[in-house]
């Protein structure tokens, strides 16, 4: 039976993870490449690299990092951030990433989406969409290009920039146009939910799930492993993306695995570490 | 061993050659990657990976002149593994744009039923149909990681080693003497993955030696 995923994600500025991190028997906190050996070893199903670094040249910085994390780790990779060209994504492929990870890129010229799944396939192009409910009157912003625009109905907005700047897309409708265009996965984080640790928004992840046929990403929010598991069931996501709650420490990647099976839930159970 | 297998990974710009480099070299396999039909006539074993549409990686292995290389290595009877799309072109048809393959294996490719998510992404377990040297030591109904949206439905059904259920029961480990591949990516699959690739260099041990043993 397919599995659900848990996906821990790492953000990185200048090369290095910049969250804090749970791991005692660690060397180096910041070092990508020692961090995910450690959540590879947890039993972590793949791992998404996050660039946070607002400048242009850290390109070079983070093709480095995948290629030293790619050395290490037999698991799948994903990179995201900054990535804006057909040839950005070919670097990333090259230096080892199996899919890469487009949010402002995407909404700002959707034919990366479509060039990208042309030339290297639907399975490695991810579309990350930040979401936000909608809250006040819509049809205020002037909507992209797309012919997406937000309607009486829309309830979620798409945000890009790392959520600081309105798109006037609805997300339901984004989401189907991205898989249309050749994305192969939907990475979904919630604004609302992010950083709060009360729980995905369920409502949200379930609209995006039912309308698109690729596998969703759940994301933001996660605080217990009860937000896993509702993730999962209410809000129909194939996979989950957690930082905090492993970073700090609260709960082991393990033992989310524990608890989602003990429920019912189908994890990968943790491989016996016999090979290394 | 004295020498060094020559090990071939075909490279015909078809997805992530450097993961099954990786994963290859962490067994102890220094590979040589190329694309040079030529290489294949002296090779000790091939490895032929794979990811995205069949129909244009049948135009680039066609335009590089590499199906009958293919055909006539596989002919050979050396070990030869194939990865992902690597194990879907071996086929005879696929149903992905409708295309011609280079129809080494008897059967055809098929694509995953409607109503399931697609592709087929994460991982799923194996359940060993037949015993081979592939798979020593792999644990019944252990996970590999998947990422495909078309699947390899062989004619004959007694080489199908592993099979996978994603809507359908599918061929996920298809093994005939040294003639083996697998619709997981073994070298994303973590330690159990890299178990499939030290398995491969013991057939290719094993198949050298037989080939010295009869030179001598």
Request: with cysteine.
């Amino acid at each position: 039976m397919l599995t659900k995923r848990i996906i821990p994600c790492l953000d990185v500025d200048a090369g290095r993870v910049v969250k804090g991190t749970s791991f005692v028997d660690i060397r180096d906190a910041g070092d990508p490449a020692e961090l995910a050996y450690l959540y590879d070893r947890e039993g972590g199903d793949e791992l998404v690299f996050l660039d946070i670094t607002a400048s242009s040249d850290s390109r070079d910085t983070m093709v480095d990092v995948v290629r030293r994390v790619s050395d290490q780790v037999f698991i799948p990779l994903t990179v995201g951030g900054g990535i804006r060209s057909v040839e950005d994504v070919r670097r990333m492929l090259n230096a080892g990433a199996d899919k890469v990870s487009l949010n402002t890129a995407a909404v700002n010229g959707p034919s990366l989406v479509s060039d990208g799944a042309d030339q290297f396939g639907n399975q490695c192009i991810v579309v990350a969409i930040d979401a936000k409910r909608v809250t006040g009157p819509t049809g205020t912003q002037e909507p992209l290009p797309q012919d997406l625009p937000l309607d009486g109905d829309s309830r979620w907005e798409v945000y890009t920039h790392g959520g600081r700047t309105r798109t006037g897309l609805d997300a339901v409708k984004w989401a189907v146009r991205a898989v249309e265009l050749g994305a192969g996965e939907i990475l979904l984080t919630s604004m609302d939910a992010d950083g709060h640790l009360a729980g995905y928004d369920l409502d949200l992840t379930r609209a995006i799930s039912q309308a698109v046929p690729v596998p969703v990403i759940a994301s933001g929010g996660a605080g217990t492993l009860e937000h896993l598991f509702e993730a999962f069931t209410d809000g129909q996501a194939d996979a989950v993306l957690a930082a905090s709650i492993f970073h700090y420490g609260t709960y082991s990647i393990g033992e989310a695995k524990d608890y989602l099976a003990g429920r019912g839930i189908p994890v990968r159970p943790r491989q016996a570490a016999s090979q290394s | 061993m004295s020498d060094q297998a020559k090990v071939v990974v075909i490279d015909y710009q078809s997805g992530n050659i450097r993961s099954v480099t990786r994963a290859l070299e962490s067994v102890g396999v220094s590979p040589l990657i190329t694309g040079d039909p030529s290489e294949l006539p002296g090779a000790d074993a091939v490895v032929f990976p794979g990811v995205g549409s069949g129909p244009a990686a049948m135009s680039a292995l066609e335009s590089r002149g590499l199906v009958a290389p293919l055909r006539e290595y596989v002919e050979s009877g050396r070990p030869f593994l194939g990865i992902c799309l690597g194990l879907q072109l071996l086929l005879d048809r696929t149903e992905e744009g409708d295309a011609n393959c280079l129809g080494i294996i008897p059967g055809s490719v098929r694509r995953l039923p409607e109503g399931l998510k697609v592709p087929h992404m994460g991982w799923n377990s194996v359940t060993v149909q037949a015993e081979h040297a592939l798979l020593d030591g792999i644990p019944q109904n252990s996970h590999f990681y998947f990422v495909h949206s078309y699947y390899a439905s062989p004619s004959e059904s007694s080489w199908v080693a592993g099979s996978t259920e994603y809507g359908v029961p599918f061929c996920s480990v298809y093994a005939h003497s040294n003639l083996v591949a697998t619709q997981f990516h073994p070298e994303k699959s973590g330690p159990v993955g890299l178990v499939i690739y030290r398995n491969f260099l013991s057939m290719i041990e094993k198949s050298r030696t037989k080939t010295l043993g009869s030179v001598a």
